[in-house]
């Protein structure tokens, strides 16, 4: 598969079989993650890999769509670094990054993997900060939950002409 079918045939996986997924392809998910570009390379992550079944089931409450949690193998909580960042305003930015290469190394790993945004809602920011005991400078941006798929998604179109632009807008 080329890298454009490869990323437009990724999808949100929200079911997965209850297969563990092993440490090793959760450390390459990692991995990945901080293979993500970010401002001046300052890569301000930390990640908190999650594999306990009841700390799994906690995390479902503390986010409204966080329903699937509970039968995944993992969740990983990508953490912003306001101290390691180039500017607070680009954290999240670089957070963004990291979290989408989790998703597009799941993909490619034959898992399945779906976003669970946390920035910036400051009640689900609130919630993870007060559970994992955060430091002052260190804010939850995503969670991402990991499984093996126990569903497939068909590709839907999404390119949209009409949005492009060319040198200037509405020109």
Same mark, same amino acid.
């Given at each position: ?13 929200? &079911? ?21 570009? %970010? ?27 966080? %329903? ?13 670094? =306001? ?16 979290? =989408? ?12 993997a779906v976003w669970l945004g946390?920035? +910036? &809602?400051? =009640? ?16 939850? #941006? %995503? ?11 068909? &590709?839907?179109? &999404? #390119?949209? +002409?009409?949005?492009?632009?060319? =040198?200037?807008?509405?020109?």
């Amino acid at each position: 598969m080329n890298i454009l079918d490869f990323i437009m045939n990724r999808r949100s996986i929200r &079911r997965y079989t209850g297969e563990k997924v092993s440490v090793e392809m959760l450390h390459d998910l990692l991995k990945a993650a901080m293979y993500a570009p %970010s401002a001046v390379n300052k890569q301000p992550w930390h990640f908190i890999l999650v594999q306990d079944a009841a700390t799994l089931s906690d995390l479902s409450g503390l986010h409204p769509y966080a %329903s699937m949690l509970p039968k995944a193998s993992a969740a990983i909580v990508v953490c912003g670094d =306001e101290n390691l960042a180039n500017t607070p305003a680009y954290w999240p930015v670089d957070c963004a990054a990291a979290t =989408e290469n989790i998703l597009l190394a799941a993909h490619g790993l034959g898992l399945g993997a779906v976003w669970l945004g946390v920035y +910036p &809602r400051p =009640e689900r920011i609130n919630a993870l900060a007060e559970y994992f005991h955060l430091p002052v400078n260190i804010h939850p #941006f %995503s969670m991402v939950s990991v499984g093996y798929p126990a569903e497939q998604k068909t &590709r839907p179109e &999404r #390119f949209k +002409p009409e949005r492009i632009h060319y =040198e200037k807008w509405g020109v």
